[in-house]
């Protein structure tokens, strides 16, 4: 049993250094200039520049142009803000101003995967769906599955075994790890029957769901190209998988110690209505799809991060031996590994698993002395806010030890790996909790050692390394059972 104030103390560990952030004075009177991108081109905008590389383009237009953008995509015009203070008046201050860019009557983007869920919905339902939804993800439930994390953890290191040190994709292993960890959490079982078919309908689906928000070119949905019934496909298959799964588990009224039987008996605080079929579908998918992708790319930019510095993977591989002395790692234990934690933090700096966060101005509005017209597309760049070179010293540095000695970000809004103000991210203790955790598990046991020369960020919804990262997986120790039933590793 995990006792209350460790539980209580890794998780405010984190926490407190944004909310610390969050209380720093504003300056006064912040002003900013909108600059409209040179070089569109009639009709289609800057869709040649936007297309093939849109994390670059968007990064090489804030370094030229400054913190506040427009430019056209088609006929959308998008605003990108890249300031910690246009950041906060978007999520913060001026939160009740701007709504979710996805409409339910006519869905693109992540709607037409997600459904009407947290993360697409907006108005009323949102806000029920934040009630109900919001407790679930308590941070004492999240403690309680450290240990269901670490047994798919260890589960999947077994498999390790049979690689040798031939080259293997970490980031395809680190999706796969985390959609098991999610499957079992979420579901009380496996779905490795399924694995394959789950992965390849989450990436078919998701990179559709990009591509019809930013490409204006994007044929609707219901024309039936081959790419557009080869989404149909996937689509069906998870809702059938989800359906189904929700179905028996009403039918049997089985108690798991699940989030999905926290989503069963859930209910609005207000009413005391709890989740529809059809609600419980989208909530789950976007938990399923949110609660794998983000982590598994967390944790496949932090290999790569500590492959190229080795100075800090000595120092991440001693504190991990110290403090687990060959045993297997608990949730008590992220609060002994700070500097475990603080990797994993200035990893989220430097590759934010959400680059941006979009939003839409409800009604006219006006913000760091600039008018936005009513339904104007908004982009909170966090990538460009978590390396402000005003914000962040050696911004394009990996530097764990910012984190450590109660350190905290240099400004508010300055670093938001998981948004902001109310719509902040509803899972952002589960990651916090499973990220350190499989990072110090896998470290204990191996060194994952880069087998390619470059590595290119690509944004799929979420950011992702492109064509993934080969890595060669050499093993550190070999654990061994103890008498009491506990591992430790031979030279630790």
Known sequence: MIETQARESFHHAYHDRRLLSLMQDRKPNSSFTLMDVPGGMPWLGHVRAFKHRPLRTMTEWWRQYGDALRFRLGPKTIHLLSHPLLAEDVLLSQAEHFGKVYEQQRP????????????????EVWKRHRRIIQPVFHRSR??????????VGEQRLAAWAAYGERTVDIAAEMMQLTLEVISQTMFHTSVAQHMDQISHSLRVSLKYAFDSFHNPLHLPAWVPTARNREFDRALRFMDTLIYELVAARRQSRAQHDDLLNLLLQARDEETGMGLSDQELRDEALTIFAAGHETTANALSWTWYLLATHPEVKTRFHTEVD?????????????QHLPY???IFDESLRLYPPVPAIQRKTLSQTTLGGFTLPANAIVLVGLYNLHRHPAFWPEPEKFLP????????????????????????????????????LLLALIGQR????????????????????????????HSRHQPVTSGTGRTRSDGS
């Open 340 to 342: 475990t934690r603080a």
């Open 322 to 334: 110290r403090v687990l002395q060959g045993r297997t790692p608990t949730a008590d234990d992220l």
């Open 142 to 151: 999240m403690a309680a599955m450290a240990d269901r994390m670490v047994q």
């Open 401 to 436: 030890e910012r984190w450590l000695d109660g350190e905290r970000p240099p400004a508010r809004c300055a670093y938001l790996p998981f948004g902001a103000g109310p719509r902040a991210c509803v899972g952002t203790h589960f990651a916090t909790v499973e990220g350190p």
């Open 446 to 473: 191996y060194d994952p050692r880069l087998a390619q020369d470059y590595v290119e960020p690509e944004v799929m919804v979420t950011l992702r390394p492109k064509n993934g990262i080969r890595m060669t997986l």
């Open 108 to 123: 693109t983007g992540l709607a037409l995967v997600l459904g009407n869920g947290l993360v697409t919905s907006s108005g």
